[in-house]
T-cell receptor
Framework: DQQVKQNSPSLSVQEGRISILNCDYT??????FLWYKKYPAEGPTFLIS?????DKNEDGRFTVFLNKSAKHLSLHIVPSQPGDSAVYFC?????????????FGTGTRLTIIP | DAGVIQSPRHEVTEMGQEVTLRCKPI?????LFWYRQTMMRGLELLIY????????DSGMPEDRFSAKMPNASFSTLKIQPSEPRDSAVYFC???????????FGPGTRLLVL
């Protein structure tokens, strides 16, 4: 049972345009959400996060939006750059319940076309 | 800081053999996590330790898998006997207690023939 779902396995975006990656979750106990970025032959690296008390968090070109009622979050990258080509994983935790576990989605491979 | 260190980076073995994956977490991090990445299931948590004590091993697939953390700077994940379906990339991650952000190692790519 996949509690965190990334329904788009891949996405291609023109350089300079906006990339939007989506993530849905089913567990209402999740209260903290993270995005990780992964290059080939490397481990995932932390990108940006959001607590459930917020609906938006921004860091430079990266913005994460959270819609709790829809159990949906998205990552916006604007403008997209060739170096953004990677696999992006959405992850969730039930922080306030004292659980350190992160539950990951299956990832979306983003390709930025020059 | 060297980050999370994993060895070996690549392992090719034959079905039935024992495989041992190793991890050195970031110094000062209290929690350590073992994940497996496959195309079908993405990143799955296998087990995690806090202060060297296993907290949740519900993700360990079966008895062929075992993990230990004898001290704060070393952990092993062992598969005995290995099977072709165990072929995947295995990641180790660590974080300080109370922090959600986990820091991943480069992974071990395992191929069981």
């Amino acid at each position: 049972d996949q509690q965190v779902k990334q329904n788009s396995p891949s996405l291609s975006v023109q350089e300079g345009r906006i990339s939007i990656l989506n993530c849905d979750y089913t567990n209402s106990m999740f209260d903290y959400f993270l995005w990780y970025k992964k290059y080939p032959a490397e481990g995932p690296t932390f990108l940006i996060s959001i607590s459930s008390i917020k609906d938006k968090n921004e860091d430079g070109r990266f913005t994460v939006f959270l819609n709790k009622s829809a159990k949906h979050l998205s990552l916006h990258i604007v403008p997209s750059q060739p170096g953004d080509s990677a696999v992006y994983f959405c992850a969730a935790s039930a922080k306030d319940f004292g659980n350190e576990k992160l539950t990951f989605g299956t990832g979306t491979r983003l390709t930025i076309i020059p | 800081d060297a980050g999370v260190i994993q060895s070996p980076r690549h392992e090719v073995t034959e079905m039935g053999q024992e495989v041992t994956l190793r991890c050195k977490p970031i110094s000062g991090h209290n929690s350590l996590f073992w994940y497996r990445q496959t195309m079908m299931r993405g990143l799955e948590l296998l087990i995690y330790f806090n202060n060297n004590v296993p907290i949740d091993d519900s993700g360990m697939p079966e008895d062929r898998f075992s993990a230990k953390m004898p001290n704060a700077s070393f952990s092993t994940l062992k598969i005995q006997p290995s099977e072709p379906r165990d072929s995947a990339v295995y990641f180790c991650a660590s974080n300080p207690s109370g922090q959600e952000t986990q820091y991943f190692g480069p992974g071990t790519r395992l191929l069981v023939l």
